[in-house]
């Protein structure tokens, strides 16, 4: 799936703030490594320098598979220099790379606590269809009643298996209201307006993980 010539996107996976992209390409693979050049930051167009053990988000266009986009996580687990100076990778395995839509965040069907906070009207509780880094999915009580455009204040609460659960909160926009067909709930689809990075971050996490475990149990 990974040739020499790929190019890759990654973004540091590691809950800070700090907000970057870089860009790189695949110039040998073998078992367990992804050998790339030295990858250049998108924003300033500069080289940047990875520290060993950095975790990465990683995502690439397979030429191979109709154009799909993929992305997996990894880390750097050193460097060498061949023909030219090299990062290495550690490759995680085609099952662990989860294909996604050509959109920017992975979303995935999961029931979360959420409540709702809207000027003007009572705030209510309610529990997510889907979610992602970008946006989420609310059921949507039979006394609500709210128009696209409406701006509002989510709360949301994601568990971890291995923490405390992450409370975060964020500004969102009620972009549709829809009725789900199997279940016949009224469902608004709600976009994130402010959600800090690092909470992009973890919602990226965990979207990205509640895929693998779907791919592990054979779920598509």
């Known amino acids: ?84 100076p090299m990062l290495v990778l550690h490759e995680p395995g085609i099952n662990n790379y989860v294909r996604v839509q050509r959109r920017k965040f992975v979303r995935v069907q999961k029931a979360i606590d959420v409540a709702v906070e809207v000027d003007g009207m009572p705030s209510f509780s309610s529990v997510t269809e889907d979610i992602s880094a970008g946006g989420m999915a609310i059921v949507l009580p039979e006394s609500v009643q709210m128009e696209d455009g409406t701006e509002g204040k989510v709360y949301g609460v994601i568990p971890s298996q291995h923490a405390e659960p992450h409370y975060f909160e964020a500004m969102a926009e009620l972009v549709r209201v829809h009725e789900d067909k199997k279940s016949g709930r009224r469902v608004g689809s709600f976009q994130f307006k402010d959600l800090v990075y690092a909470e992009q971050q973890m919602l990226m996490r965990f979207c990205f993980e509640q895929q693998l475990q779907l791919r592990k149990k054979g779920v598509k």
Request: aromatic share 10%.
């Open 1 to 84: 799936m990974l040739e020499p010539g790929v190019t890759l996107t990654m973004e540091p996976f590691d809950g800070t703030d700090k907000k970057e992209e870089y860009r790189c390409k695949v110039v040998d693979t073998e078992e367990g490594k992804i050998f790339i050049d030295y990858p250049v930051n998108v924003q300033t167009n500069r080289t940047v320098f990875l520290l060993d053990g950095m975790q990465l988000a990683v995502s690439f266009i397979d030429p191979n598979a109709s154009m799909a986009v993929f992305l997996f996580q990894t880390e750097v687990i050193g460097r060498v220099k061949k023909k030219i």
